[in-house]
């Protein structure tokens, strides 16, 4: 088998993944198609036309949605390393007691369900008047996020080499400053993974979106989509256009970081 | 003596945010959806705080509802077919892309793509795909002869449709996984098998799928845990109709809470609560087989 490489395994796959990917084909496609098209029968399979129109009414409809998102998606990542990446060094470096039962609590953690965390929030924010507030909004997308952070930063942090973590002691650095000028910087390609899950997470988020910031001013790009569907379902050119553009963070992450987002799917679920 | 002490004490005020955080932000809202299920709020019993004490009474409601049973079912459906589906389609794939061929790291990634897009991107897309009179689906279906399916409108049809896009959205999660359970079988096992004159057929099932037995396992624990709680997919696609033809319960938990003018908050936190006890379930079979296979 070694150096024959066949070519119909590669056709294969290229036909398998464009079946996977005809639904965001579709997307597109539907995006650039005319509202005079729309409801043609059979539709157009390829955007022979292609007007920009949807793209139009994005910009002129749903950039503050997009705004907010891209505020609340960089809240969420600073919040979730400030919280995780100490707490990660702590567990993997400084060996605190009771760190077993801590790690057991971040595995459950992760296994609530969101529309659990929304109804105690929507309960807690509504009595304290913090309903539809972006910090509010921040804080519940953050905890999708700080676990599988927590999770992500020890399982890296565990191999720096303890010999450099002395050697800083030995200089005189104290554990803060340890962890700020060798940990953290060492730690680079963890916090871009924890930062793009962050971000991708809380911009995709619905649900709390949808609970603790429906009312609110400033809205999110998944609140914007799901407004449009209600709306206007008709002109689903400018829905499809919106979708396009509400995925270019998950473009940007998978051409940035492609290998870190398989290790990420992986690092919870299997221990090697 | 002394050392050690100072150590905790610096591992602990760096842990403290954490530590603070989770109790805040993790079970104080448990706390809360627990009270709710327990008293029985209304929206001015919320401003008011003096909701009356109720003990068991809106789970035994939410038992004897008439949507208890269907939510039940379908979640069972849901969760079930999905994985069954997500599992067999990611591990075909899994054992395909192994084999290295050209180009087979690039398209792998693309796989990724439906697991990453924002779940209202997927779900719209999925929408309109499955539109009765202008989706391309249904104009697939009539090239070959076969008669419009109302997807999303048809009672029929509501939750053959979501488990539908959501087996797509789960396929790529099953692959990763498993491709990396591939990846730690030794080349040496399939090279003694081929000398032993295995075809590939039986290098599968007597090779492939008898080690990948843990990771499988762990693989359907985590699906099971993850599709117990998908409520985005279905909420947009369906919102759990048409009548309650797709809701499962975490349909049925927002739906009570948040879907109509007048919410019932205290129903609501009662199914969330029932949900939550069928994802620990799992969660803790999950945890102690992964433990298990640390030790051995």
Do not use: C
């Not at chain 2, 007597?206 to 080690?211: G, K």
């Amino acid at each position: 088998m070694n150096g024959k490489r066949p070519i119909w395994k590669t056709a294969l796959g290229v036909v398998l993944s464009a079946l996977m990917l005809f639904p965001v084909y579709w997307m597109i496609n539907v995006s650039l198609t005319p509202a005079s098209a729309m409801r043609k029968s059979p539709p157009d399979w390829f955007p022979l036309q292609p007007t920009f129109e949807g793209y139009q009414a994005v910009i002129s409809q749903q950039l503050p949605y997009l705004g907010t998102s891209l505020i609340v998606g960089l809240g969420t990542v600073v919040l979730t390393v400030a919280i995780s990446a100490p707490a990660a060094y702590s567990l993997a470096k400084l060996r605190p007691a009771g760190r077993g039962a801590l790690n057991f609590v971040l595995l459950i953690a992760q296994m609530i369900p969101g529309i659990i965390m929304a109804m105690g929030f929507y309960a807690i924010y509504l009595n304290l008047g913090i309903l539809n507030t972006l910090w509010g909004l921040i804080i519940a997308d953050s905890t999708i996020a700080v676990p599988f952070g927590v999770l992500i930063f020890s399982a890296f942090m565990a191999g720096i080499p303890n010999e450099l973590i002395q050697a800083a002691k030995i200089d005189g650095a104290g554990t803060w400053r340890t962890f700020r000028s060798i940990v953290m910087p060492v730690s680079r390609n963890s916090i871009v993974t924890v930062s793009l899950f962050a971000f991708l997470w809380a911009w995709s988020d619905f649900i709390f979106s949808s609970t603790l910031n429906g009312g609110g001013t400033l809205q999110t790009i998944t609140l914007g989509i799901y407004k449009y569907i209600g709306n206007n379902n008709q002109e689903w050119n400018a829905i499809m256009a919106t979708a396009v553009v509400a995925s270019i963070p998950t473009a940007v992450l998978l051409v940035l970081a492609q290998k870190y987002v398989a290790a990420g799917v992986t690092a919870g679920a299997v221990k090697d | 003596m002394k050392r050690p002490r100072s150590g905790q004490w610096a591992a602990w005020a760096f842990l403290a945010p954490l530590v603070i955080y989770m109790v805040v932000f993790y079970a104080y809202p448990l706390f809360r959806n627990v009270e709710l299920s327990l008293k029985d709020y209304t929206v001015r019993a919320f401003v008011q705080g003096n909701a009356p004490f109720v003990g068991f009474d809106n789970y035994i409601k939410v038992f004897q509802n008439p949507t208890f049973g269907p939510a039940f079912l379908h979640t069972a459906l849901f969760t079930v077919i999905s994985i069954i589906f997500q599992f067999a389609i990611g591990m075909a794939l899994a054992v395909f892309f192994h084999q290295n061929f050209r180009l087979s790291a690039t398209l792998r990634a693309l796989f990724l793509v439906p697991w990453l897009l924002p779940l209202i991107v997927s779900a719209s897309t999925w929408s309109w795909m499955l539109n009765s009179d202008s989706g391309v689906v249904n104009s697939v279906l009539h090239t070959f002869g076969i008669s419009p399916v109302n997807w999303l409108t048809s009672p029929n049809w509501a939750l053959t449709s979501v488990i539908i896009a959501n087996i797509w959205i789960g396929i790529p999660f099953n692959l990763v996984i498993l491709y990396s359970g591939l990846q730690n079988i030794s080349a040496d096992l399939y090279e003694a098998a081929s000398l032993d004159g295995a075809n590939s057929w039986q290098k599968f099932w007597r090779v492939t799928f008898p080690l990948l037995r843990p990771v499988s396992a762990i693989t359907i624990l985590l699906g099971l845990v993850y599709t117990l709680k998908v409520f985005d997919i279905i909420w947009i696609m369906t919102r759990g109709g048409p009548g309650n033809a797709s809701t499962t319960f975490a349909t049925w938990s927002y739906q009570l809470g948040f879907g109509s003018v007048l919410p019932d908050f205290s129903p609501a936190a009662a199914v969330g609560n029932l949900l939550i006890v069928l994802a620990l379930i799992f969660g803790l079979v999950y945890i102690r087989t992964q433990r298990k296979q640390d030790l051995s």
